[in-house]
């Protein structure tokens, strides 16, 4: 299974539009790119999952290059209730199976 | 329908009894999972199951684990002997793959182990 690559942490503000970059250089062709949130003492939640190019829903957008060896989770004007931890993952998870995390970014967002 | 729940949601013991944790999934969900997570990590996979069938089990399921799913429906997750180092937040999800939609896992609170 591909190996996920996301910073650690990050910091932003309310209102501001959060970026939070994965890599993933050696996803196969049949991996699709999945974001879970987990809030502390909460199971993962799923927000979004995408194979290529953009992908939006209510909640985030995933942006995927062309190469897709990377991807971007944005979530526009965030609020003090996005603060959580962040999962990047990679597989074929539109048959199901098993996921595999990382260690998240773990995203704190301020007043 | 409430989503994944899971009992006890917390479980202190001493070191070298026997647990058994509990989870529902969502009723028309096929597929149920176990995870373990330790302070500061990811979830780790422990197990699967497709209705009562076992598919998948992780080299983290020493034979203390034991994990059954006996109609299909809830499952259960028990540690024998436990250890100081089995510690962790249990994590059970559920999930009905559907062709051409996103796949997603939902999951429970978790249950939190402590071991003394």
């Known amino acids: 299974l591909a190996k996920t690559t996301q910073p650690i942490s990050m910091d932003s503000y309310e209102g501001q539009e959060v970026n939070i970059t994965c890599s993933h250089n050696n996803i196969a062709t049949n991996d699709y790119i999945t974001w879970y949130q987990q809030f502390p003492s909460q199971g993962p939640r799923f927000i979004i999952q995408?194979?290529?190019t953009k992908v939006t829903n209510e909640v985030a957008s995933l942006f995927i290059p062309a190469d897709r060896k990377s991807s971007t989770l944005s979530l526009p004007r965030v609020s003090l209730s996005d603060t959580a931890v962040y999962y990047c993952?990679?597989?074929?998870?539109?048959?199901?199976?098993?996921?595999?995390f990382g260690q998240g970014t773990e995203l704190s967002v301020k007043p | 329908d409430t989503g994944v729940s899971q009992n006890p949601r917390h479980k202190i013991t001493k070191r070298g009894q026997n647990v058994t944790f509990r989870c529902d999934p969502i009723s028309e969900h096929n597929r149920l999972y176990w995870y373990r997570q330790t302070l500061g990590q990811g979830p780790e996979f422990l197990t699967y199951f497709q209705n009562e069938a076992q598919l998948e089990k992780s080299r983290l399921l020493s034979d203390r684990f034991s994990a059954e799913r006996p109609k299909g429906s809830f499952s259960t997750l028990e540690i024998q002997r436990t250890e100081q180092g089995d510690s962790a937040m249990y994590l059970c999800a559920s999930s009905l793959v559907v062709l051409g939609s996103p796949y997603e896992q939902y999951f429970g609170p978790g249950t939190r182990l402590t071991v003394t």
């Open positions: 993952l990679v597989g074929l998870y539109n048959q199901g199976g098993k996921l595999i």
């Open positions: 995408g194979y290529k």
